[in-house]
């Protein structure tokens, strides 16, 4: 009787998995028929979509490996000032700085039950928690210089005055001699045949060699000879310049250039919208109860994402999801992910906060990381 | 000429570093003959020094190897509110917890010039920012129920509600059995031929084998006998237990068991008054101008040290030591360190906080970690 009822069990848990692999298929397959569909904060928020230019575009990511990151929004409920709240936000932002994160999607681990949504909010609208951790991780990513022009007053950054800077190196001082940097459009008139004006930190906005909508964020690589006699000699020339792909300074000159943010309204959103080209090939997922065997090389990936848990873990997030489906999947986490580890075996405290389970996780996972392409490698393994 | 000059500061350098070296031998053999002298921020922080145990005190020390580390106080002067303060030295408790850290160090990473006494503070006081630093470290360490006995008020520990909590494995609620308990002696007459009551957070205070000092912070084993039988049947005994030394629960039962937490007026007084018996026998310093080159594994040692900068880093930390010396010694840092090490050679952001830098310092070095003696070792090694 028991055997029965355990072959019967196998076999669901077998069923769920191929009914697991089959939706993250067809999501792919949706996706690459439509267009991106990520949630944003707002349009301000969008990072470039230059029509212009031949590569510029998510589909652009195709030419180097990544490396993402899932934390559950409800984390910041759990701060006991507002004043908390945000400096968690920024401990999220470091620590994806910190690692080179290219990007982290904040994700509702919570699921509809527990919505707080009053009858007014509109119900496609990500939880307010998501929605302000999203916020700040943008608002940290952005340059000093361009914040006050992309970032309105907000109630969702009352407290961004106490946040520690990320001091990224995509962020520039007015006086640093650089190829690109990180640039809005100008609201001006653009004059005839002319490329619209970029302010990008300087004293002088760059003429780019597009007309762009205003407002609109882009990397700017600017013209060396006209810049270096600029900086050098202080004659005053205009200033010169091209839209480029944001991945450009990374790909080119092995520089952090900052990470994207993604809202997804839940674990299997987190996993299937996979920004790049392609599917996330690698999903690490992090918890206590997760295997003390840390491989000593991960496989070879274009693509990796590592899942962060809640209060209530990892298990619970993909519970959460809705159905039955989910719920034997979060019985056994390998279903989900292609490593389920503990990267802290020896933990002292009974429990470890989310934002130190970032830091700690990062440091041991990331000397083991191997991209399969781009022009750079994280981690100490390719040194030592 | 210039090659005599490099001849000159090369024999200098060699003269400086005997001159350290013999000042640490100095030091060592100086304390052996007197009393231990921590620093301590009050007597009622003082953990047990029960004279009738046999084998109670710093000496028992030698029974296990510990792994300490040291955190300059100035960092909570860069905190931007006095309840981010509070939290700073907050998350350094929680990651000394969570790596099983058994000492922390606070020293004074801003040597005498720089002091911010008025003329009516006593000279040997400590700098506020290591006392506060020291006291809040000391706080979370101490179990909930006894800090209402050992820390009465203090401007220091004014936002101490904001605190995340330790969730340390020595922090028992009533209901948990356990035979080893953190306790305070009680302010109450002892009978003749009786031993102290002990508060260890039960309902009933425990009579031990000795008469202490009332206030007196004390760890204690329960006589298993009649605590099973108090808690199983609820029958009302007299509960006994005996004063062991604060050691014991990690050696007997390989639980952490928290940690000590010493003040240190300079970085050489970090290195040399280690409480441990014998002297700190590996020593690692954590910068990103270390090598990237971390070992596959740390040579077997007693007494492990890691040592962290502040803001402007471990070398200043050694030159505010004060003389000529130490600012020779601060130009080659593998003068004072056995390892000079880059624990996040790949780092996205200009500067790695001291907060951060624990958490990451420590997963990738405790893996690393082979003690001599010990009833454990730390991190992934043994197990993988």
Chains 1, 2 share one sequence.
């Not at 590569?55 to 409800?74: E, F, M, Q």
């Not at 949504?117 to 509109?122: A, K, L």
């Not at 914040?147 to 005055?161: I, N």
């Not at 109860?289 to 298990?315: C, R, T, V, Y």
Request: net charge neutral.
């Amino acid at each position: 009787m028991n055997d029965e009822k355990e072959i019967k069990s196998a076999r669901e848990r077998k069923l769920a998995k191929k009914k697991w692999k089959e939706e993250k298929l067809m999501k792919s397959l949706s996706k690459s028929l439509n267009e991106s569909n990520d949630v944003e904060t707002g349009p301000a928020l969008k990072k470039i979509k230059s029509e212009g230019s031949s590569d510029v575009g998510p589909d652009s990511y195709k030419r180097r490996s990544t490396l993402s990151i899932a934390v559950p929004g409800s984390i910041l409920d759990n701060a006991q000032s507002p004043e908390l709240r945000t400096y968690l936000a920024g401990q999220i932002a470091r620590a994806a700085c910190i690692f080179q994160v290219d990007e982290v999607v904040v994700y509702d681990d919570l699921g509809e039950e527990e919505s707080s949504h009053s009858d007014n909010e509109p119900q496609n609208e990500a939880r307010p928690c998501c929605l302000q951790l999203a916020r700040i991780l943008q608002y940290l990513e952005c340059p000093q210089y361009l914040r006050k022009h992309l970032f309105p007053l907000h109630k969702d950054l009352q407290f961004a005055g106490i946040l520690n800077p990320l001091d990224a190196p995509h962020h520039f001082r007015q006086k640093d001699k650089t190829i690109y940097r990180e640039g809005i459009v100008a609201r001006r008139p653009v004059k005839p045949g002319r490329g619209s004006m970029v302010n990008v930190g300087l004293e002088k906005d760059v003429q780019i060699n597009q007309v762009l909508q205003p407002g609109t964020r882009v990397t700017v690589k600017l013209n060396c000879d006209e810049y270096e006699d600029e900086t050098s000699t202080g004659h005053s020339h205009k200033l010169r310049g091209e839209v480029v792909p944001p991945w450009q300074p990374r790909a080119h000159l092995d520089q952090y250039w900052g990470y994207h943010v993604r809202i997804a309204n839940s674990m299997s959103a987190a996993l299937s919208d996979c920004p790049f080209q392609g599917m996330y090939d690698l999903i690490i997922g992090t918890s206590d109860k997760g295997s003390k065997d840390i491989p000593a090389q991960l496989p070879s990936s274009d693509h990796i994402l590592i899942l962060f848990g809640g209060l209530q873990g990892l298990e619970m997030a993909v519970e959460n999801n809705g159905g039955q489906l989910y719920k034997s999947v979060a019985n056994d986490m390998t279903n989900l992910c292609d490593y389920y580890l503990n990267t802290c075996p020896k933990q002292g405290s009974r429990t470890i906060r989310t934002e130190e389970a970032i830091l700690i996780s990062l440091s041991v996972l990331t000397p083991k990381v191997v991209f399969k392409s781009g022009s750079f490698t994280l981690g100490a393994s390719s040194e030592s």
